[in-house]
């Protein structure tokens, strides 16, 4: 009997022909836990792969559109791979040191740990509701003790190995977040956290060398198989150049300064020369009489940052410091010149000015009547720099030679003369580790009453964060007003010691979180080397792009560093790596200060979760992104209310389908199929809608289709997959099941054989749908390999189908 209540939504239905969500997803969800579906045993696994999706910082900010784009369609690959017969691992954890978790401390006045705490936990419930196939049991929490253990035990064995040193240098300070910052996370000179400009200021850092990794950082891209403008990203951020050194000895006393250019063929060119008005040479060469205007102008240099100094379009500013260098082949004298375009930390801290071949040693030139030579032909210097490579001309003995043979000739003569040498050049700087903030990783060193570092012994780690720090920033580092902290290092080590009070950068955190997952909180190893050899690399990553050149440089660098100590087997932590584009609202970008961005608790539990993330996947291809639309989400509720009515109301275990339903279903299994691989997820949804079209049109339809129909749904609404496959009769869950596959010669319903000609003559034939157009036939027989050889470079004059025979071509 059917009952008279109705659902506002769909008011010519009854109630029992309604999908119900909330009711039926919350059912798998139970289901899937209880049976421990998704728990994966890392050692008795078979066939593994290992699906992780870039982890998320716990700020106090719920769960919205963007994470969900992220992790939903993700699911439905690891699902995928799962139903292809991979024992898959797809972890979930939280990268909950750092700033956002602090600031929203420092914004409530809760103590991070207690507010972190409560973030994970509704977090936890938010990614819950999604039904992704996280293996929970294997979760972890940066800011946790047993985490972060292995963060401090990671930076013993760097130190151990040499890669951690503290050194005094100009860095960056973000004056809002009162922290230095690595030059990964300046952006455009703003901070990367706040968007506030970045000062430079003169400080005592921990440093990781990941300048020793250069090479192999840049060598190992080729083999990755990553997007190739993350990879270019990469390589511009290594930034490897090939060329010398070139020493200038100074005029009167014997100080020499050293220069890097990958010019060296134009040694010739050089007028004068300029030093960073911070070198230290400067001081000992400048004579009394400039001494006045040297300092002067250096005082006015303390007042830019360095993007003010770079900006190529600024007038340039500099003074001559009275002093010369000279020339090392013509011993000519060369002026010595400080400018602020000359930064002390990049290269050597000076520069040989060629401005007939750099645009800003050019514009100097003219600022400063400079002289300016030509010394490579190609261009006209009268005008502008020309930085082109051509013939080597007043040049001596390199006149008349190309620019490639000009820099070998001329490195040999330097090398000969032992007035320089080769060298390779690479603009990535060492990683800025220590950081003046309160909630991160405690350093684990300590000083003796010298003051001289003493790494902590691994006896003593977890190094524990203190309760009792003021955790808002003051400039200085917090865990300075530790008592408990100072109390414990005089205890440990003796009278007079202390503690490093920075804390670590987080991106050390998230450098080797994909090996903790694998270590299930074990005490013994950073990671079980048999597990890691068995897991790693990870087989599928996805995240943000915004993370090229820090996150995941940082984690190639550890990885290749743990490899280089012996922890580990692999070098490269992620063979295959997928952004997803950005989701927009009406066509702009979601921020909170514009308050357009999309929750999605209203509509995941309006619609279910399957219906949100279908939508999601249905916008565009996921590395593009989409636009959120309110509306657009009704079109999927309506498939799914669609696909609930005809599937298990038309099953019918004794009927055969015809060639049509037959040709629909493997069609649709080859769309999504394919779509799936390639992260297209939306050819995918469209390929069902279309097969769902065809069942539509019959009355009943086999078992076996309405089954497959359900399995193919179980990587993409992983609910309604599991109620309809059990509706139909399916034994255990859809997860359990074999992926579908299709068999081309059931594609096409009916074909007919179409003989292609050019100019009269047969080239070929092709085998299309009885159903096809006459646009898709000729499209079809253009592409035919042998037609193609005809057709390229012709211009088509005629195209003529004659139905159900052939095409033919004038050209
Ligand atoms: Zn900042």
Not at 64 to 85: F, L, S
Not at 162 to 180: D, G, M, R
Not at 754 to 765: M, S
Request: glycine share 8%.
């Amino acid at each position: 009997m059917l009952t008279t209540v109705r659902d506002i939504r769909y008011p010519w239905m009854h109630m029992e022909q309604l999908y119900d969500p909330s009711a039926v997803e919350l059912k798998w969800q139970k289901a899937w836990a209880k049976a421990k579906l998704f728990e994966v045993d890392f050692k008795k696994a078979k066939n593994p792969f290992y699906s992780l999706v870039m982890f998320p910082y716990p700020s106090g900010d719920k769960l919205h559109v963007g994470h969900w784009y992220q992790y939903g369609p993700c699911d439905t690959y690891a699902r995928y791979i799962r139903m292809k017969g991979h024992d898959v691992f797809s972890p979930m954890g939280f990268d909950a040191f750092g700033l956002p978790a602090e600031n929203f401390a420092i914004k409530t006045g809760t103590p991070p740990a207690e507010s972190t705490d409560k973030n994970v936990k509704t977090m936890i419930k938010q990614l819950s509701r999604i039904g992704t196939m996280y293996d929970w049991k294997k979760t972890l929490n940066t800011s946790e003790p047993d985490y972060y253990r292995w963060t401090q035990w990671l930076f013993l064995q760097m130190h151990k190995n040499e890669l951690a040193y503290k050194k005094e240098a100009n860095v960056n300070w973000c004056p809002s977040c009162q922290t230095v910052l690595a030059n990964e996370q300046v952006k455009d000179g703003m901070c990367e956290r706040c968007g506030t400009e970045v000062i430079q200021k003169a400080l005592t850092q921990w440093f990781w060398k990941i300048t020793q990794y250069a090479e192999r950082l840049l060598d190992n891209l080729d083999d990755l198989d990553w997007p190739e403008k993350t990879k270019l990203m990469q390589r511009n951020w290594i930034g490897r150049s090939e060329g010398a050194e070139i020493h200038f000895a100074i005029d009167a006393g014997k100080e020499q300064m050293t220069v890097f250019t990958t010019r060296p063929d134009t040694l010739f060119g050089v007028t004068y020369v300029v030093l960073a008005p911070e070198h230290p040479l400067v001081q000992k060469i400048t004579p009394k009489s400039h001494l006045g205007a040297v300092d002067a102008y250096k005082e006015e240099v303390k007042k830019k940052t360095e993007m003010q100094r770079t900006d190529l379009s600024k007038t340039k500013t500099g003074v001559a410091t009275g002093a010369y260098a000279l020339h090392p082949v013509t011993k000519e004298k060369l002026p010595i010149w400080i400018a602020d375009y000359v930064l002390m930390h990049y290269g050597t801290g000076c520069v040989m000015a060629v401005p007939g071949h750099d645009e800003r040693d050019f514009a100097f030139a003219k600022t400063f009547d400079l002289p300016v030579v030509e010394v490579v032909s190609g261009g006209d210097v009268d005008e502008a720099a020309f930085g082109g490579k051509g013939t080597a001309v007043n040049s001596q003995f390199l006149d008349g030679l190309p620019t490639q043979e000009a820099k070998k000739k001329m490195i040999a003569w330097l090398e000969d003369a032992d007035k320089g040498r080769e060298v390779i050049n690479y603009r990535l700087r060492d990683w800025l580790v220590s950081r003046q903030r309160y909630w991160g990783a405690p350093i684990p060193i300590v000083y003796d009453p010298d003051g001289k570092a003493h790494p902590i012994p691994e006896k003593h780690l977890p190094w524990l964060l203190p309760t009792d720090a003021e955790f808002k920033p003051t400039g200085k580092s917090p865990l300075t007003y530790s008592k408990e902290f100072i109390a414990r290092t005089e205890e440990l080590f003796g009278k007079g010691w202390r503690p490093e009070f920075d804390t670590m950068d987080t991106f050390v955190c998230s450098s080797f979180y994909y090996l903790r997952y694998l270590a299930e909180g074990g005490k013994k190893h950073l990671v079980d080397p048999h597990v890691e050899k068995t897991w790693m690399p990870v087989d599928m990553y996805v995240g943000g792009p915004e993370h090229a050149t820090m996150h995941l440089i940082y984690a190639r660098f550890v990885m290749m560093s743990l490899k280089n100590f012996g922890f580990v087997s692999e070098e490269e932590p992620f063979k295959k790596l997928v952004h997803q584009g950005l989701i927009t609202n009406k066509g702009a970008k979601m921020s909170k200060s514009k308050g357009n961005v999309v929750s999605p608790d209203a509509f995941v539990e309006r619609h279910g979760s399957d219906v949100f993330r279908m939508y999601l996947m249905f916008m565009g291809p996921f590395t593009d992104g989409g636009d959120w639309s309110d509306t657009g989400i009704k079109g999927i509720d309506r498939f799914v209310q669609r696909l609930w009515r005809t599937l298990p109301s038309k099953a019918d275990a004794k009927h055969k389908d015809d060639k049509v339903v037959l040709a629909a279903l493997h069609k649709a299994i080859k769309a999504v199929t394919e779509g799936v691989e390639k992260f297209h997820f939306n050819t995918a949804i469209s390929g069902m809608m279309e097969l769902l079209n065809e069942l539509e049109k019959h009355d009943a339809i086999s078992a076996t289709t309405a089954s497959t129909f359900a399995l193919l749904l179980g990587p993409i609404a992983p609910h309604l997959s599991d109620e309809l496959w059990s509706t139909l009769g399916g034994k255990g869950f859809v997860m359990e099941q074999k992926w579908p596959s299709y068999d081309p010669a059931l594609l096409v319903s009916d074909t007919l054989t179409i003989a292609v000609q050019i100019n009269g003559k047969v080239r070929g034939d092709v085998q299309v749908s009885a159903s096809a157009s006459k646009e898709e036939i000729i499209e079809a027989a253009k592409g035919n390999e042998n037609v193609k050889k005809y057709l390229e470079g012709a211009v088509i004059k005629k195209e003529i189908y004659v139905h159900g025979k052939l095409v033919s071509f004038v050209i």
